[in-house]
C-alpha cells in the first residue's frame, strides 16, 4: 500500500476495531494512530448508512489531525428484524454492554428459526484534499444462544460464521480477522491504490 506510507489515523474509539485495522495494515508498511491516541473527538454518527457514516468519520479525523485517515463503520444486521440493529448496532448496547445488546437481539427474535445475520463494515480511506474512498464488506452467518466465548467484541459471542461451527467470540484473532467483513472491505481497499 505504498500509497499509504507513513502515518494513518485509525478513526475509531473502539479498541476492538483498531486492534483489528492494525493487524491488516501490519504487512504494508503503515504507522497506524489512533484517534484516541490523537485525543480526537467522536463525531455524532448522524448518517443513515454504514457508508456515510464512515465517511463522517474519517473526514472528520483527517481534518482535525491534517494525515490520511481510515474509517470503519460497521454493525450487524439480523435478516429476520429487516436488517436491525444495523448501524444502531453501537446504540443497542447501553454504556457499550453488549450482553444487553445480544439478549435484546435474542429477545426480538421472539423464538423464530431464520437464524441469518451477517456482519457488514464500510471502510472510508479519507487522504487530505482528497474526495473518500469507500469499500464495503460482508461477513455471513448465524445466530446462536446462548452467547459463547470472551474473545473478540461487539456481538461476536453470539455469531456463527458461514462454514464453521464457533462463534467469533471462540477465536483468536488470527483467526478470527481474515474471515470479517473488515478483512473482506480492506482487500478491495488494497486492490483500488
Ligand atoms: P459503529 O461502527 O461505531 O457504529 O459500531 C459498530 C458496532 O457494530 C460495534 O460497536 C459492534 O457492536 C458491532 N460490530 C462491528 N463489527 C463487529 C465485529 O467484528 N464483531 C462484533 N461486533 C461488531
Known amino acids: ?96 454492554d453488549f450482553r444487553v445488546a445480544m439478549e435484546r437481539v435474542w429477545r426480538e427474535l421472539a423464538g423464530g428459526s431464520d437464524l441469518r445475520a451477517r456482519f457488514v463494515c464500510a471502510l472510508a480511506l479519507k487522504r487530505p484534499g482528497e474526495k473518500p474512498l469507500v469499500f464495503e464488506g460482508e461477513a455471513k452467518g448465524t445466530l446462536v444462544w446462548p452467547p459463547r466465548g470472551a474473545q473478540g467484541f461487539g456481538y461476536d459471542p453470539m455469531f456463527v460464521p458461514d462454514g464453521l461451527d464457533r462463534t467469533f467470540g471462540e477465536m483468536a484473532p488470527e483467526e478470527k480477522t481474515p474471515l470479517t467483513h473488515r478483512a473482506r472491505a480492506f482487500e478491495k481497499l488494497v486492490a483500488s491504490l
Not at 14 to 25: D, Q, W
Not at 36 to 59: D, I, M, Q, R, Y
Not at 86 to 91: D, E, Q
Request: aromatic share 4%.
Open 1 to 96: 500500500m505504498s500509497a499509504l506510507s507513513g502515518r494513518l489515523v485509525v478513526a475509531s474509539h473502539n479498541a476492538g476495531k483498531v486492534r483489528e485495522i492494525a493487524a491488516l495494515l501490519a504487512p504494508y508498511g503503515v504507522e497506524p494512530v489512533s484517534a484516541a491516541a490523537l485525543g480526537l473527538p467522536s463525531p455524532e454518527e448522524t448518517e443513515t448508512t454504514f457508508a456515510g457514516n464512515a465517511v463522517l468519520k474519517a473526514a472528520a479525523a483527517a481534518e482535525a489531525s491534517g494525515l490520511p485517515a481510515l474509517a470503519d463503520d460497521s454493525g450487524l444486521e439480523v435478516l429476520a428484524l429487516g436488517g436491525a440493529p444495523g448501524v444502531t448496532s453501537a446504540r443497542w448496547a447501553p454504556d457499550g
